[in-house]
């Protein structure tokens, strides 16, 4: 009884908590001046609908003490003189040889021709205020996760479109220019592996991330590289072997089944492999009774939206598919990275049934 008046009252003070962060979002912080939260707001700023999937709680906060800390390029500060000497100031929304398009402080849309301006350079500073000086710790804090409840929403519907083939290609897995394609250990990097963890390589195709991640894991962790095509398997053994690693092991599964110990890894990693399976009901259940009750999946996949994509089609997801798809199936969409060049990476934990 007392865990749950416990738990009740910790949802209650973080609900208060969140409903002070919109307080102060819409009041003292005259954030929704510059952004908006479901198409309500300003637009000088990034939307931030779903800032809570993009964003840690550290880089919120740093956002917030330092906004100079962390720029993405287009929100740079776009600094005009015009002719007559006047200095505007905004973020870029459209530029070519011949003129430039900003949004300036005031929310407003300008162009500019560059044959009659004085000048045109961006200084590597952020519009937005620290608010260091003018809210408190608490505030701050408040403010904080107000931000990281916001996650947006997807209409969860069970998959409707057909599975990709099967990636038999071993010269496509192990192309030259994959790295610089795809940046793999930025990938692993955001994903904060630890020494010791196990680790399975769902869907492991030729052993792209098995030898990675069993760098990553230690001689004390395991990696337990899963696939269905047995050639696969026998491509990795021979990787292994000749790296004399001793912290990988093989297992052929099934198409609903990666026969996988219960209650075993602390990630699952499916990288350009969830797209191909042809029982994602059955597959998803495996996987969430092999995790460790605060296990996460990792889906990654080749992003439709892409224009460059170099394989559009059958072996692209856009990213709605994908969280429509897999939040349906009970898991709770965590976090999104932003940092993969041609692909959608998101994080998912076990929904927990209440």
Not at 121 to 127: D, K, Q, T, V, Y
Not at 276 to 304: H, I, N, Q, T, W
Not at 330 to 342: A, C, N, Q
Request: glycine letters at 8%; charged letters at 25%.
């Amino acid at each position: 009884m007392f865990r749950v008046a416990a738990l009740l009252a910790f949802g209650l003070t973080l609900a208060a908590q969140t409903t002070g962060g919109k307080a102060i979002f819409e009041g003292k912080g005259g954030c929704v001046r510059c952004h908006s939260v479901h198409r309500r707001g300003g637009s000088l700023g990034p939307d931030l609908t779903e800032i809570g999937l993009q964003r840690s709680s550290a880089s919120l906060r740093t956002s917030i003490v330092d906004p100079n800390a962390e720029i993405f390029r287009q929100y740079l500060t776009v600094v005009i003189t015009t002719a007559t000497g006047d200095r505007i100031e905004g973020v870029a929304l459209n530029e070519d040889d011949v003129s430039i398009q900003i949004r300036d402080t005031a929310g407003n849309p300008r162009s500019f021709l560059k044959q009659n301006l004085k000048g045109v350079h961006r200084e590597a500073r952020s519009l937005m205020p620290s608010y260091s000086g003018t809210l408190s710790a608490a505030e701050i804090t408040e403010l904080v996760e107000y931000l990281q409840s916001l996650k947006g929403s997807s209409e969860t519907a069970l998959r409707t479109r057909e599975p990709g083939p099967l990636t038999t290609n071993t010269d496509w897995l192990t192309r030259a220019n994959r790295d610089s394609q795809e940046r793999p250990e930025l990938l692993l990097d955001s994903l904060g592996i630890l020494p010791g963890s196990t680790v399975v390589d769902l869907g492991a195709g030729a052993g792209y991330f098995t030898l990675r991640l069993a760098r990553r894991v230690g001689d004390l962790g395991k990696v337990i590289a899963v696939e269905i095509q047995q050639s696969m398997l026998d491509r990795i053994a021979k990787a292994v072997q000749e790296r004399r690693l001793g912290n990988v092991h093989l297992l052929l599964g099934t198409p609903s089944d990666p026969k996988l110990p219960e209650r075993s890894a602390d990630l699952v990693l499916i990288a350009n492999a969830y797209h191909e399976f042809s029982e994602p009901e059955a597959m998803m259940r495996a996987v969430g009774r092999c995790l460790k009750p605060d296990g996460r999946v990792v889906v990654v996949e080749y992003a439709d939206e892409k224009d460059d994509d170099p394989v559009a089609g059958l072996y692209t997801m856009t990213l709605p598919q994908l969280r429509s798809e897999i939040e349906a199936l009970g898991w709770d969409l965590d976090r999104v990275l932003d940092v993969l060049p041609m692909q959608h990476g998101l994080i998912f934990t076990k929904r927990i049934e209440r």
